[in-house]
């Protein structure tokens, strides 16, 4: 069955960086655009491999939240100048970083806390958490989400086509006023 997820999640992932591809690959052949797309789908699927999670699809958070599911979605990205301009609708903001995080850093996390981040996902460590960041290639997403699977979260998915993704759907976004 984790075959399967990670084999639908490399499609996912071909899918969007495809479409991602194309829309920044001016002057590049058919050819060049696939081995980026190559390369980032195999990154993705690494990341997803190593943090032991899972990935969500744009259609499948929109279905979770539609119906009302009691899950934590969490945006990683910096709270001035992304998070506060636009969110997906009941995001949390906790800023991750982009590189791998392998140990805690509070410089990396806004001086946040292992506790803060547990805070922020709650007490039950079955409930679906969702993170997400700006897009496919960006990896604070998983950061947010290796990090819920090393404090014991069970349910954790990471939406990697993130807002970008999301608005490109046409689906509405939040901001703070």
């Known amino acids: 069955m984790r075959k399967s997820k990670i084999c639908m999640a490399l499609a ?44 969500i699809s744009t259609e499948e958070l929109k279905k979770m939240i539609d119906s009302g599911k009691d899950m934590v979605i969490v945006d990683t990205m910096p709270y001035e100048d992304s998070y506060k301009k636009e969110h ?51 990896t604070r997403s998983h950061n947010g989400a290796e990090w819920a699977r090393k404090l014991g979260y069970r349910n954790v998915l990471r939406y990697p086509g993130g807002i970008f993704a999301w608005k490109g759907a046409g689906y509405p976004a939040e901001s703070v006023k």
């Open 88 to 138: 997906i609708p009941g995001a949390k903001q906790f800023l991750f970083p982009i590189p791998d995080m392998k140990e805690w850093d509070t410089k990396e996390t806004d001086g946040k806390t292992k506790a803060d981040y547990e805070a922020l996902l709650g007490p039950d460590k079955d409930k679906t958490i969702v993170v997400y960041c700006g897009f496919v290639k960006c």
């Open 12 to 55: 996912l992932v071909v899918m969007l960086l495809a479409f991602s591809t194309q829309a920044f690959a001016f002057g590049k052949n058919k050819f060049e655009q696939e081995v980026e797309t190559e390369t980032g789908a195999i990154k993705l699927v690494r990341e997803v491999q190593r943090g032991g999670y899972d990935v």
